[in-house]
């Protein structure tokens, strides 16, 4: 059972490009989690789906950012008009249930805004 | 949530047991302690949770106070590979979202 899959792994945009974060969770998992991790701090939570759905964006800044995580295919995080606060490591996070704290991250995409 | 309070680093020999202690004395009766760890550039692990009763597995033992107030996450022979962040976090177990994240001990295991 693959464990949950991020891509790219490295990715390196200018200023003004979108970047796009795909995640494939776990086979079974429908329940979807994206963090942000700045160098040198934290993991901060942004935004929680589930399949075609959006629960909880209360960590999704309010411009820019948007998520999805459509019926088919693979969870899609996107930044558009990327500036040099956006450099940081994006992790995905997956979980069967929703009342389970268990979360199965992925090995993360890092983010460089040239 | 409960905040938890964790030092900012610790230090342990290669082939000895690691302590780490969390202080959650603000738990509410129905939450519980997770433990989670990062190790240098990848995404978390989870370790193991508990609600009162210690709690043991592959990995890890987690010691939880009679009261509840504070716990310790027990690597009984660490190596090498176990040198990460190591987050405590406690949450209602039945509770939808997101995991919060403190700043975690940095452990350090040594030769």
Partial sequence: ?114 | DAKTTQPPSMDCAEGRAANLPCNHSTISGNEYVYWYRQIHSQGPQYIIHGLKNNETNEMASLIITEDRKSSTLILPHATLRDTAVYYCIVRVEGSQGNLIFGKGTKLSVKP
């Fill in chain 1, 1 to 114: 059972n693959a464990g949950v899959m991020q891509n790219p792994r490295h990715l390196v945009r200018r200023r003004g490009q979108e970047a796009r974060l795909r995640c494939s969770p776990m086979k079974g998992h429908s329940h979807v989690y994206w963090y942000r991790q700045l160098p040198e701090e934290g993991l901060k939570f942004m935004v929680y789906l589930q399949k075609e759905n959006i629960i909880d964006e209360s960590g999704m800044p309010k411009e820019r950012f948007s998520a999805e995580f459509p019926k088919e295919g693979p969870s899609i995080l996107r930044i558009q008009q990327v500036v040099r606060g956006d450099s940081a490591a994006y992790f995905c996070a997956s979980s069967p249930y929703p009342d389970r704290n268990e979360q199965f991250f992925g090995p993360g995409t890092r983010l460089t805004v040239l």
